[in-house]
């Protein structure tokens, strides 16, 4: 049972144009999202993240929006750069039955082409 | 301020055999949780200590444990390898966990091969 589900296993774009990549969840109980960045032989890091009481947030060239009705999320890259390829991990976490929950998708490999 | 730190960085194993993971999390972290991330999976949860303690645990059977150690170190420990358990193993860690919705701080992982 994914509870958090990323349906793009890869994306490709050019570079200077917008990167969007979408973040489905099943539990309404979620409330708080998280996106990470995961480059070859390294550990994710924490890219952005955004609290269930707002509906965006922004840094720099990253913006990541939530639809809490039609629970997703999703990350924009403008510009997106080469050294945006990566593979994206969407995070949810929150109270469930009782159990702190932090759950990742199953993450969507961008690539960005020069 | 040093990262999390995984040791070692690759293994390779056998069927049957045990392996056990090291992780050390950032000093002044107390909240150490393991991942496991095959092609295809994303990052499945295994499990999280705090304060020596498992605090929370994922849906993996009970070949897979851990542990951890008064100065937050952690170990992960899986017996009875099996060749579906070939996996990037990932540790994180945070100051506290649980519901503060912290950022987790990744370790670069443990790639275990199991022939």
């Known amino acids: 049972d994914q509870q958090v589900k990323q349906n793009s296993p890869s994306l490709s774009v050019q570079e200077g144009r917008i990167s969007i990549l979408n973040c489905d969840y099943t539990?309404?109980?979620?409330?708080?999202f998280l996106w990470y960045k995961k480059y070859p032989a390294e550990g994710p890091t924490f890219l952005i993240s955004i609290s269930s009481i707002k509906d965006k947030n922004e840094d720099g060239r990253f913006t990541v929006f939530l639809n809490k009705s039609a629970k997703h999320l999703s990350l924009h890259i403008v510009p997106s750069q080469p050294g945006d390829s990566a593979v994206y991990f969407c995070a949810a976490s929150g109270q469930v039955s009782g159990t702190y929950k932090y759950i990742f998708g199953t993450g969507t490999r961008l690539k960005v082409l020069a | 301020k040093a990262g999390v730190t995984q040791t070692p960085r690759y293994l390779i194993k056998t069927r049957g055999q045990q392996v056990t993971l090291s992780c050390s999390p950032i000093?002044?972290?107390?909240?150490v949780s393991w991942y496991q991330q095959t092609p295809g999976q994303g990052l499945q949860f295994l499990f999280e200590y705090f304060s020596e303690t498992q605090r929370n645990k994922g849906n993996f059977p009970g070949r897979f444990s851990g542990r951890q150690f008064s100065n937050s170190r952690s170990e992960m420990n899986v017996s009875t390898l099996e060749l579906g358990d070939s996996a990037l193993y990932l540790c994180?860690?945070?100051?506290?966990?649980?519901?503060?919705?912290?950022?987790?701080?990744f370790g670069s992982g443990t790639q275990l091969s199991v022939l």
């Open positions: 539990n309404s109980m979620f409330d708080y």
């Open positions: 000093s002044g972290h107390r909240s």
């Open positions: 994180a860690s945070s100051l506290a966990g649980n519901n503060n919705h912290e950022k987790l701080f």
